[in-house]
């Protein structure tokens, strides 16, 4: 639309603890303070019975208002009530969760004495009205245009919430950029792209409530993703939620107290060992001491590394998992990438860094570029180019889609039409014929690596296709957007008349799919 994209453009790098917002200012990336000078904020969400505060106001009262200061809610984005990943984060967050009629998380909060349900979108929206006015306020003029960062391993059902949540912050997003994408372009920014032959990196992003890795070959000013694999809940958070798990049975056997109900109690826990876990980057040993816990009981701990990483050993042996499943889909070996970059604030764990320069055989890892704000700088970039302000407009990205797409078939298995890792944007067609001989054509959309639909893919959405006759053969689209964003069509292939298109947001977007199937006449 004219005009729409007047006015400077930012990058957001909307992050499960803290968010960040960058501008390209005076040729050069300039990460914007926020109204306490502070260059991240984090993303709470508190509501009280006269107002609603988003940042730092939020995170101050977390501790006297547990029960409706919401954090995390990136956890939450796209993913159903029954998810036993829901049901354990829930379980252990002083905030409550319950299920919608249709399986969809919905976070309760007293509001102005009310009691009012949000969608995780909707808070991710506050945070981003919250990141839009931080920038405002700096650059003194109406923000309207951004690229907003979202993990590289979000589907596309989480990524148009993503975007919805931008659209209801007022915001024209020109791109979503995958995260570990955005910290490469920072990285390669910084490196001037200074080499003439193509080099390998590997980015490795772990924040606090995500992991995403990514193999990208740099050349010029060519970011080509040759591929990615991470896990949407594998950060930060989880560490935290191991060692509140742990507290909470270690004062059930000393006290036999049971803690696990009451917000206030576990809020102060979940504060005091995200504490402590950043103070054991730096020290062998921490404590923590918390008066008055519950019903009497002082508590306190002496902490050691060696005891946090214990506890969480088998986590970050996943996100190595992780990194070795990314170089075999890159077809590139450890001694082939010529930087392992890291991102994220998860990345100061010294065993994280220490597993990881063992699977690189000792390589030394480039901790060159600032950890929390690589991404919005990334992002910001993109925004610039995208936006046309920019001096840099020759930086060219190719992404990737991070799973496998396909249809289930009527034996249930997963007919791929987009195998994962295929360059996007991009449009693959595929017939389909198996078991449609009737009038009534059910499709139901998955994404996943198993063989089976039903074993560990994720059903995304379904629909269903009605014609006058009989259908035989289908020809189906799957249209993956350079957001990452999948639209599904399908039409009869046999007859003149051009039957149904509907789209696929994904299974969120339950309205739009079950609407009644139209047929158009060409
Ligand atoms: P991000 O999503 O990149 O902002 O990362 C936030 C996560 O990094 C949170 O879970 C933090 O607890 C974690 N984090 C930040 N600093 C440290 C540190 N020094 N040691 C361990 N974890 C940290």
Not at 314 to 341: M, N, P, R
Request: aromatic content about 6%.
């Amino acid at each position: 639309m004219a005009g729409e994209r007047e006015g400077p453009a930012i990058g957001i790098d909307l992050g499960t603890t803290y968010s960040c917002a960058a501008v390209w200012h005076h040729g050069d990336v300039e990460i914007i303070p926020n109204d306490q000078g502070n260059r991240i904020t984090p993303s709470y969400v508190a509501f009280n019975e006269t107002e609603c505060l988003i940042g730092h106001a939020a995170e101050n009262v977390v501790d006297i208002n547990p029960a409706n200061t919401i954090f995390g809610a990136k956890r939450l984005i796209g993913r159903r009530f029954s998810d036993p990943l829901v049901q354990k984060d829930s379980m252990l967050w002083p905030f409550k969760v319950i299920s919608s009629h249709d399986d969809k998380p919905m976070i309760v909060v007293t509001y102005k004495g009310e009691e009012i349900q949000f969608a995780a979108e909707q808070i991710c929206s506050m945070v981003l009205t919250k990141m839009k006015e931080i920038a405002e306020a700096f650059l003194g003029c109406s923000v309207k245009n951004a690229v907003i960062s979202v993990p590289a391993y979000f589907n596309g059902s989480q990524r148009q919430l993503i975007k919805e949540a931008g659209t209801i912050a007022g915001l024209n997003i020109l791109r979503l950029i995958a995260e570990p994408t955005a910290a490469a372009i920072a990285y390669g920014l910084q490196k001037k792209y200074s080499n003439t032959s193509p080099i390998n990196v590997l980015v490795f992003d772990l924040g606090g409530g995500n992991l995403d890795v990514s193999v990208l070959t740099i050349e010029n000013s060519i970011f080509q993703v040759k591929a990615v694999a991470g896990d949407t809940h594998l950060g930060g958070e989880d560490f935290d939620n191991r060692m509140v798990g742990y507290f909470v049975e270690e004062i059930k056997r000393k006290h036999k107290k049971d803690i696990s109900g009451n917000p206030r109690t576990l809020r102060r826990l979940r504060t005091a060992c995200e504490r402590a876990k950043r103070n054991l980057s730096f020290m062998a040993h921490t404590t923590i001491a918390l008066e008055h816990l519950y019903d009497g009981i002082d508590f306190e701990y002496k902490l050691t590394r060696e005891t946090f990483e214990e506890l969480n050993m088998y986590l970050f042996e996943e996100c190595i998992g992780h990194v070795d499943k990314c170089l075999k889909d890159a077809q590139i070996d450890q001694e082939s990438i010529h930087d392992v970059v890291l991102v994220g604030g998860s990345t100061r764990i010294p065993m994280i860094q220490q597993l990881l320069k063992d699977f690189f055989n000792g390589k030394e890892l480039c901790k060159s570029i600032h950890p929390d704000e690589a991404v919005a700088s990334g992002a910001a970039i993109q925004a610039a180019i995208l936006s046309g302000h920019s001096e840099i407009s020759d930086i060219e990205l190719c992404d990737v889609a991070p799973l496998s797409l396909g249809v289930m078939t009527s034996g249930g298995e997963m007919e791929v039409v987009i195998p994962r890792n295929t360059p996007i944007p991009t449009k693959i067609k595929k017939i389909l014929k198996k078991g449609i001989d009737r009038k009534k054509v059910r499709f139901s959309v998955y994404q996943g690596e198993s063989e089976r639909t039903r074993g560990d893919n994720t059903l995304l959405g379904e629909f269903v296709l009605s014609a006058q006759r009989n259908v035989s053969c289908l020809n189906v689209s799957f249209d993956i957007d350079a957001n990452g964003i999948l639209n599904v069509s399908a039409e009869e292939k046999d007859s003149r008349k051009k039957s149904i298109i509907d789209k696929v947001g994904g299974w969120l977007h339950k309205k739009k799919i079950d609407r009644p199937v139209e047929e158009a006449s060409s």
